[in-house]
């Protein structure tokens, strides 16, 4: 007979206990080492250094002070503490750094926009270079030869571009400098004299009242603005002409 489920999963749970109590163990032993590692480094870092002069024979006079005062100095003992270590390694950091950023600076490289915009003259620059400074316009400056574009630009029998090139608006747009004429009737329809029937009707409305204004627009009059079908006829079909 087979495991019940039941005993699968006690023994797993054992098997999950047995490991965490390993791991417990190997973190325990782990931190001892480091301990003692930190210990055995900070016993090393207080090292005491003794320098040790050799004696100098020298038989001329008034040089005997002089070296004595020199082997005074060079015997002199210290000790490298974690401050000194510090110091000296952030000294060190320092310089690097300082050497890297003189280096970047040196070697700076550019892309091709910084480069343009770096060569790229003024308006300014470019009219005091250019014989005719009265040609040169602020888009003149991007093109790719500037001085060149001008000089086409100066050349008898060119053609100016037109302005609109640039713009976003379609050419006649936005037609904000015409007036627009009103609408003109042409002579054939005029000679009808459907214009002073609609005249002499605007002048009548226009004396109405406000309630002969409203029952006029409910109950309109027909046959007011009526024009004789022979005229119109031959208004039309005789007298028309092309516009």
Same mark, same amino acid.
């Given at each position: !007979?087979?495991?019940?489920? %039941? ?5 797993? *749970? ?19 080492? @480091?301990?003692?590692? +930190? ?15 050799? /004696? ?12 004595? @005062? ?6 002199? =003992? ?16 320092? $310089? ?5 950023? =003189? !280096?970047?600076? +040196?070697?700076?490289?550019? $892309? ?11 308006? %300014? ?5 250019? @014989? ?10 991007? =093109?790719?030869?500037?001085?060149? #574009? ?50 002499? #009707? ?5 004396? !109405?009242?406000?309630?002969? =204004?409203? *029952?006029?627009?409910?109950?309109? /009059? !027909? ?21």
């Amino acid at each position: !007979m087979g495991l019940t489920t %039941a005993e699968r999963n006690r023994a797993k *749970r054992e098997r999950k206990k047995k490991e965490k109590e390993l791991r417990r163990k190997q973190d325990k032993e782990d931190l001892l080492k @480091k301990k003692e590692d +930190d210990e055995n480094n900070n016993s090393d870092d207080d090292i005491i250094i003794e320098y040790v002069a050799d /004696k100098v024979d020298i038989t001329e006079e008034g040089m005997n002070d002089v070296i004595e @005062k020199f082997q005074q100095r060079a015997a002199t =003992s210290y000790v490298i503490t974690d401050d000194d270590n510090d110091r000296t390694q952030q000294q060190s950091r320092k $310089s690097e750094d300082e050497d890297d950023d =003189s !280096m970047n600076s +040196d070697d700076k490289t550019y $892309s091709k926009r910084q480069l343009r915009d770096i060569l790229r003259p003024s308006v %300014a620059e470019l009219k005091r270079r250019v @014989k005719r400074a009265d040609l040169v316009e602020a888009h003149d400056v991007t =093109s790719p030869d500037p001085d060149f #574009l001008i000089l086409l630009k100066a050349l008898t029998g060119t053609v100016p571009v037109p302005r609109h090139w640039g713009r976003k608006r379609k050419y006649l747009q936005g037609k904000r400098g015409f007036e627009k004429p009103p609408f003109q009737l042409p002579d054939f329809i005029i000679k009808t004299g459907i214009t002073e029937l609609r005249d002499t #009707l605007n002048e009548s409305e226009s004396g !109405m009242s406000a309630r002969q =204004s409203n *029952r006029q627009r409910v109950a309109p /009059k !027909m046959g007011q603005m009526d024009v004789d079908y022979r005229t119109l006829h031959s208004a039309f079909f005789r007298h028309q002409t092309k516009p």
